[in-house]
C-alpha cells in the first residue's frame, strides 16, 4: 500500500490550494481515508476524514468551512481543497487510510510522506 501526497505550496492569507493523495494497493472506497496536518513544534492533528462505507466527511472546528474533502474512486485519489488559507494552516500535510478511520491517528494503518503547506505575507 502506498500513499502519495503533493499539492502543498507556498500560498499568501487568502489563498486556496487543493492537495491530492493517490493510492495504490488499496480500494479506498473501502477505508477510512484522513488528511492530518503538523505544525512546527506540535503534535500532529486531524483535519478531515472520510468514513467508509457510508461516505460521511468531518472536519475540525478549525478548517470546517474553509477545507472540503473529496474523493475520486475511478483514479483511487482523495483531495482536500483548502480555501482562505490563514497562517496558522500551515505545516506537511499528511494523508491516511485504514479500517477504523475518523480524526485521530490510531484510527490509521497507512500514512503518505506528507506534502509542505505554508501560509505566509
Known amino acids: 500500500v502506498q500513499l502519495q501526497a503533493s499539492g502543498g505550496g507556498a500560498v499568501q492569507p487568502g489563498g486556496s490550494l487543493r492537495l491530492s493523495c493517490a493510492a495504490s494497493g488499496i480500494n479506498l472506497d473501502y477505508y477510512g481515508i484522513g488528511w492530518f496536518r503538523q505544525a512546527p513544534g506540535k503534535e500532529r492533528e486531524g483535519v478531515s476524514c472520510?468514513?467508509?462505507?457510508?461516505?460521511?466527511?468531518y472536519y475540525s472546528d478549525s478548517v470546517k468551512g474553509r477545507f472540503a474533502m473529496s474523493r475520486d474512486s475511478g483514479s483511487h485519489t482523495v483531495y482536500l481543497q483548502m480555501n482562505d488559507l490563514k497562517p496558522e494552516d500551515t505545516g506537511v500535510y499528511y494523508c491516511?487510510?485504514?479500517?477504523?478511520?475518523?480524526?485521530?491517528?490510531?484510527?490509521?494503518?497507512?500514512w503518505g510522506q506528507g506534502t509542505q503547506v505554508t501560509v505566509s505575507s
Open positions: 491516511a487510510t485504514g479500517w477504523v478511520g475518523g480524526l485521530v491517528e490510531k484510527g490509521y494503518d497507512y
Open positions: 472520510l468514513m467508509s462505507p457510508d461516505g460521511s466527511i
